[in-house]
């Protein structure tokens, strides 16, 4: 069982920054493929980032390229999401997730409580 915390979301204006943290328990946590995803208003939860256990490896929805970037610190148990230029339409609940497998293609396997990002125009 992995149990996941993420936090610094908040409000910022449009073309600002944020970066996210998530917090993992566990002892296994450099076994896990760990990402993050969105949820805005009125709509479905959308692919962001993930990166694999060691940290060699990232994939990024092409909404995300060359703006965030995703890392984490196996020491820490913590995978950080950076966001640069952020637009309006990027307003949402920021999930962090993790998962056994890339989970862009074979799913989620632990969900994490989303921290809301507000992007302001």
């Known amino acids: 069982q992995v149990q996941l915390v993420a936090s610094g979301g908040g409000l910022v204006q449009a073309g600002g920054s944020l970066r996210l943290s998530c917090a993992a328990s566990?002892?296994?946590?450099?076994?896990?493929?760990m990402g993050w995803f969105r949820r805005a208003p009125g709509k479905g939860r959308e692919f962001v980032a993930v990166?694999?256990?060691?940290?060699?490896?990232?994939d990024y929805a092409d909404s995300a390229k060359g703006r965030f970037t995703i890392s984490r610190d196996n020491a820490k148990n913590t995978v950080y999401l950076q966001m640069n230029s952020l637009k309006p339409e990027e307003t949402a609940a920021y999930l962090c997730?993790?998962?056994?497998?890339?989970?862009?293609?074979?799913?989620?396997?632990?969900w994490g409580e989303g921290t809301q990002v507000t992007v302001s125009s």
């Open positions: 990166i694999d256990g060691s940290g060699g490896s990232t």
């Open positions: 566990g002892r296994t946590f450099s076994r896990y493929y």
């Open positions: 997730a993790a998962g056994t497998r890339s989970m862009r293609r074979y799913g989620v396997d632990y």
